[in-house]
């Protein structure tokens, strides 16, 4: 059984739902803690997602479903705050706030805008929260020596099973190491292309507990800024795995330990399966089916079945994007509430 020390995973990770209405200064509020990182996407529209980090500040946003360099908007995402964040009238491009629009915020807690970091070859701004297991990390490729193996402290203490990459001035992809493919591939997160060998990226190197490794021949004589974004497994408030889809609509279970809060997944082997976001707000009982593709701009869209269950999650569909038979998937979830807290004797968790 899964005890977790963290009794209430909403003052790490939670989902906000809220509706546009185009005004300055909203705040947003009952978040449950002070966001570092907000994901906000549009429900009803298609529209850019925009990610914001309290390391490179408020107003900057990076989109996960194009390569477009970071973009600077006053009008966006204004600040982050002790509840949640607070928006302007939004942009074309960081849409945050259009008006009657539902819209859904994933946030997640770090250490505000961060440290210097030392640990490793290049020097780095890191926002961490070790209790959680995500930081976020933020550095420059200048001065390093071509086809070399370089190390970056991540600040977690214990090693990342999940991190996302991406160069913030010039136009490049999400690039993202998992676990599951492992130091000699990655995948895209702003593309549905499936895992590629490559190790000019990880330099064939798996993170530490201290530090991840890259390869300069990655970047080139290019200099860039690089935000990583770095998540470990905790029990009973992270799960960061695979599966193997069986095909039969009554797919694979996958044990977390946790009833779950937020899950994305990908196809590892199909170029053609898109990245796909659940969570318990959108969809509040089984099946969850109320998802949004982080490599497109697409609306939310329905049909593509789990069951959120007390300890885990339950594949309900043979689609192919999710459930073929003998494909391999990548995902991380978080919890809503552990399977059991390591508080007193410990109340198991409620299925939806």
């Known amino acids: 059984m899964a005890y977790a020390a963290i009794t209430k995973p909403s003052l790490y990770m939670n989902t906000k739902l809220y509706t546009g209405n185009a005004t300055d200064d909203t705040a947003i509020t009952g978040v449950g803690f002070q966001p570092d990182l907000t994901w906000i996407k549009t429900r009803g529209s298609v529209k850019h997602h925009a990610l914001f980090d309290a390391v490179r500040t408020a107003t900057k946003y990076v989109q996960s479903n194009t390569t477009t360099a970071e973009g600077t908007d006053a009008t966006s995402l204004k600040s982050f705050d002790s509840d949640g964040?607070?928006?302007?009238?939004?942009?074309?491009?960081?849409?945050?706030?259009?008006?009657?629009?539902?819209?859904?915020?994933?946030?997640?807690?770090?250490?505000?805008?961060?440290?210097?970091?030392?640990?490793?070859?290049?020097?780095?701004?890191?926002?961490?929260?070790?209790?959680?297991?995500?930081?976020?990390?933020?550095?420059?490729?200048?001065?390093?020596?071509?086809?070399?193996?370089?190390?970056?402290?991540?600040?977690?203490?214990?090693?990342?099973?999940?991190?996302?990459?991406?160069?913030?001035?010039?136009?490049?992809?999400?690039?993202?190491?998992?676990?599951?493919?492992?130091?000699?591939?990655?995948?895209?997160?702003?593309?549905?292309?499936?895992?590629?060998?490559?190790?000019?990226?990880?330099?064939?190197?798996?993170?530490?507990?201290?530090?991840?490794?890259?390869?300069?021949?990655?970047?080139?004589?290019?200099?860039?800024?690089?935000?990583?974004?770095?998540?470990a497994e905790v029990k009973g408030f992270?799960?960061?795995?695979?599966?193997?889809?069986?095909?039969?609509?009554?797919?694979?279970?996958?044990?977390?330990?946790?009833?779950?809060?937020?899950?994305?997944?990908?196809?590892?082997?199909?170029?053609?399966?898109?990245?796909?976001?659940y969570d318990n707000k959108r969809s509040t009982f089984n099946p969850v089916d109320d998802y949004l593709i982080p490599n497109e701009s697409n609306a939310e869209a329905t049909g593509l079945d789990f069951d959120f269950l007390s300890n885990g999650i339950k594949c309900r569909t043979n689609n192919a994007g999710i459930n073929g038979s003998g494909d391999s998937y990548l995902y991380m979830a978080f919890a809503e509430e552990p399977l059991v807290a390591n508080v007193g004797v410990g109340i198991p968790a409620t299925a939806r």
């Not at 001065?143 to 099973?161: D, E, F, Y």
């Not at 992270?238 to 994305?264: E, H, Q, R």
């Open 238 to 277: 992270s799960k960061i795995s695979s599966y193997t889809g069986n095909g039969d609509a009554d797919g694979p279970f996958l044990y977390t330990g946790f009833k779950p809060a937020f899950f994305i997944m990908k196809e590892t082997t199909d170029s053609s399966t898109n990245w796909i976001m």
């Open 85 to 231: 964040f607070t928006l302007g009238v939004g942009s074309t491009l960081a849409v945050v706030n259009q008006d009657t629009i539902e819209m859904a915020s994933w946030n997640w807690k770090a250490n505000g805008s961060g440290s210097a970091n030392t640990v490793g070859d290049i020097a780095s701004t890191v926002s961490v929260n070790t209790t959680s297991g995500f930081s976020i990390v933020k550095f420059n490729t200048d001065g390093q020596p071509a086809a070399s193996l370089i190390t970056c402290g991540h600040g977690l203490g214990t090693v990342p099973k999940m991190m996302i990459f991406k160069f913030l001035p010039t136009v490049d992809g999400w690039y993202v190491y998992h676990e599951a493919t492992g130091n000699g591939r990655y995948m895209r997160l702003d593309t549905s292309g499936n895992e590629t060998a490559n190790a000019n990226i990880w330099s064939a190197t798996t993170p530490t507990s201290s530090v991840f490794s890259l390869n300069t021949n990655w970047w080139g004589s290019s200099t860039n800024d690089v935000i990583a974004y770095c998540f």
